[in-house]
């Protein structure tokens, strides 16, 4: 089987090319399905390749597969070859699985809108930009489906071009992860230059070539990851891609884009391990992303923002984890996230759908009555990202924090504190829209629950959230196991089993969970004037978060219009006075010589005998002088 992985990436390439070339000529249903099967294929091939590598030894699980030579100039190397190991295998599950279940469900969102067949081969394109991410062996390959999943998600984030915002939304995305990309490719430079590979399993055999300059690589990567996983200081682009359609919500948060970061600190972990300042400052950028998220996801009435700034909250717990060392904990979360985040999204979609595109939840109420399915798949996600046990949620989130303790006792505080806010808002997110009476009668009356094509991916999404955390139960963690060979061979401290004591941590995190389910149930089902009054309370301060605390004006006041300016300057003076001026003044020149020459051609017959005559006497007399 390990022979056949190239399959993964060529059942997303046929999908892409027999719509983009049959498309015009195919129902939108069939279309769909196509670019599902497509997905599914892939699906099976991943599954595949777990169990091939199941069968293998542990110390044995890795496995290279050349598909062609590609770039070969002196000492470089560069081929399209795959590395099928536990960590490449459990990401091409979460991409494929997720991924297809995303597809299945924009079916039917997607249904009557205008361009089906671009959304289904641009949506074919983000599976194959990420698994090529995923299964490369070489930074030179990875790069290829880096810059693939960044041109993926421009596509995708602008497909309603029309709308501004959303054309605005696509071009911020694109450039804000320009500037992280610009931190990779010199970083993969300088890792040539040091140790001449490009291929990571022997970059990890040489690292301590990099050992010199390690610090200045990993913060280089560091720069690609804040941007491609959202974090601090490039995270802004992430709430913005909301404009979008929700199937590529889901697709980004979950299965794709995001989770490429910390996929890319886990992959190159030998190297970010000789650095202990950069590890330290990876989890510093989680531990605050993660606080300073949760805070604006609190304030937020549109039900996707909620869950992007919850997006971006997971993420930074995740960038925490690796940051500590806990590289096994870090992924479990992102797959335990795959699922509960998937199902959130798809349920707002749900309910976007059913509210003629209404997303505000201060309009909604009482939806659990109209929208069973949605409501309870909804709320099992929910109960996932608060952390309750024993949804998957907890258990990723309660590893992390254990690992974080470990650490630095600080941040593990801030990580709970997130915790409680997490609960908090994820409980809202579902008391308000589904509990309640409704607060608008003329769209409550209008909502409905969707079609079986876009429930039965719900379910199946919440089966995983309810379940999944049982892979890394403590002390029998079977993803931590299956793991274990990938980061065999670092040496770190991050991860480490605990006795009785990680059993009263996980208690004390679940209080902190239950206190924050209990104080949103009270503010928004016992005592509605609760929220209003601790508004009131916190002053600037909710001032300051109902206004994303000013970072986007701080960064259009600091970065974009002094650009603009900038620009306008260059526009304005330097093209038109020095670029114009020295093109028309070189015209000018020219003129002037031209017309001064000119005036030599008289047509006179004598006058040319007597030119040529000078000029023969001119040179005749300086070869005498030489001579």
């Keep these: 089987m390990l022979n056949y992985a190239w399959l993964i990436l060529l059942f997303p390439l046929l999908g892409l090319l027999t719509n983009l070339i049959l498309g015009r000529w195919l129902h939108d249903e069939l279309i769909g399905w196509i670019a599902s099967t497509a997905v599914f294929l892939s699906f099976l091939v991943a599954v595949g390749l777990f169990f091939a590598l199941r069968s293998l030894p542990a110390d044995g699980r890795q496995y290279q597969l050349l598909l062609w030579h590609w770039m070969r100039v002196d000492l470089f190397r560069a081929d399209v070859k795959l590395l099928i190991d536990p960590l490449s295998v459990v990401m091409g599950l979460v991409v494929t699985g997720i991924g297809f279940l995303i597809h299945v469900y924009a079916i039917g969102y997607m249904k009557g809108d205008q361009r089906v067949q671009r959304f289904f081969v641009f949506m074919n394109f983000f599976i194959l930009a990420m698994l090529t991410l995923v299964f490369a062996n070489n930074f030179i390959l990875l790069y290829v489906g880096w810059e693939g999943v960044g041109l993926a998600s421009y596509l995708l984030i602008g497909f309603w071009f029309e709308k501004p915002s959303a054309?605005?939304?696509?071009?911020?995305?694109?450039?804000?992860?320009?500037?992280?990309?610009?931190?990779?490719?010199?970083?993969?430079?300088?890792?040539?230059?040091?140790?001449?590979?490009?291929?990571?399993?022997?970059?990890?055999?040489?690292?301590?070539?990099?050992?010199?300059?390690?610090?200045?690589?990993?913060?280089?990567?560091?720069?690609?990851?804040?941007g491609k996983s959202a974090q601090i200081p490039l995270y802004i682009w992430l709430p913005d891609a909301m404009e979008g359609p929700t199937p590529v919500s889901a697709l980004i948060h979950a299965a794709t884009m995001v989770?490429?970061?910390?996929?890319?600190?886990?992959?190159?972990?030998?190297?970010?391990?000789?650095s202990p300042f950069t590890m330290t400052l990876v989890a510093t950028i989680g531990v605050v992303t993660a606080f300073f998220a949760a805070t604006m996801a609190m304030a937020q009435v549109d039900l996707k923002r909620i869950l992007a700034y919850s997006t971006i909250s997971q993420i930074g717990y995740m960038i925490l984890g690796v940051g500590v060392g806990a590289f096994s904990a870090g992924i479990f979360h992102l797959v335990t996230h795959a699922f509960f985040k998937a199902l959130l999204f798809l349920g707002a979609g749900a309910v976007m759908h059913a509210f003629h595109g209404e997303l505000d939840i201060r309009k909604m109420g009482g939806l659990r009555h109209k929208m069973p399915q949605t409501f309870w798949t909804f709320a099992i996600a929910a109960a996932a990202l608060a952390g309750l046990p024993p949804f998957a949620g907890f258990f990723s989130k309660d590893e992390i924090l254990w690992s974080v303790w470990l650490h630095s006792p600080w941040m593990w505080a801030l990580g709970l504190l997130t915790a409680f806010m997490t609960a908090y808002y994820s409980t809202r997110a579902v008391v308000v829209p589904f509990m309640g009476k409704p607060r608008d009668k003329h769209l409550y009356e209008h909502?409905?629950?969707?079609?079986?094509?876009?429930?039965?991916?719900?379910?199946?999404?919440?089966?995983?959230?309810?379940?999944?955390?049982?892979?890394?139960?403590?002390?029998?963690?079977?993803?931590?196991?299956?793991?274990?060979?990938?980061?065999?061979?670092?040496?770190?401290?991050?991860?480490?089993?605990?006795?009785?004591?990680?059993?009263?941590?996980?208690?004390?995190?679940?209080?902190?969970?239950?206190?924050?389910?209990?104080?949103?149930?009270?503010?928004?089902?016992?005592n509605t004037a609760f929220?209003?009054?601790?508004?009131?309370?916190?002053?600037?301060?909710?001032?300051?978060?109902?206004?994303?605390?000013?970072?986007?004006?701080?960064?259009?006041?600091?970065?974009?219009?002094?650009?603009?300016?900038?620009?306008?300057?260059?526009?304005?003076?330097?093209?038109?006075k020095v670029i114009d001026g020295a093109v028309n003044g070189l015209a000018w020149v020219t003129g002037e010589i031209g017309g001064g020459v000119r005036k030599l051609q008289t047509g006179l017959v004598g006058w040319y005998a007597f030119s040529l005559f000078l000029g023969a006497v001119l040179l005749l007399g300086y070869f005498m002088l030489i001579w």
């Design 167 to 226: 054309a605005e939304a696509g071009k911020k995305a694109f450039l804000v992860n320009r500037v992280g990309d610009f931190g990779m490719a010199l970083a993969i430079m300088w890792i040539f230059k040091l140790s001449g590979r490009v291929e990571f399993l022997d970059i990890a055999k040489n690292v301590q070539a990099l050992a010199p300059e390690a610090t200045a690589i990993t913060l280089l990567l560091l720069l690609a990851v804040t």
């Design 447 to 526: 909502a409905h629950e969707v079609s079986a094509v876009m429930t039965v991916p719900l379910w199946l999404l919440a089966i995983g959230a309810a379940f999944s955390g049982l892979l890394g139960l403590p002390h029998i963690s079977l993803i931590g196991h299956w793991l274990a060979p990938v980061f065999a061979s670092l040496h770190m401290g991050g991860e480490a089993a605990g006795g009785s004591l990680e059993w009263i941590f996980m208690g004390l995190s679940t209080l902190v969970v239950l206190a924050g389910i209990g104080t949103a149930y009270y503010a928004y089902m016992v």
């Design 259 to 274: 989770t490429a970061g910390v996929y890319l600190i886990a992959r190159t972990a030998a190297i970010f391990l000789l």
């Design 531 to 576: 929220p209003q009054q601790f508004r009131r309370s916190l002053g600037f301060i909710d001032n300051l978060v109902q206004h994303k605390w000013y970072v986007d004006e701080l960064y259009m006041a600091v970065i974009v219009h002094p650009l603009w300016d900038l620009g306008g300057w260059f526009a304005d003076v330097f093209d038109r």
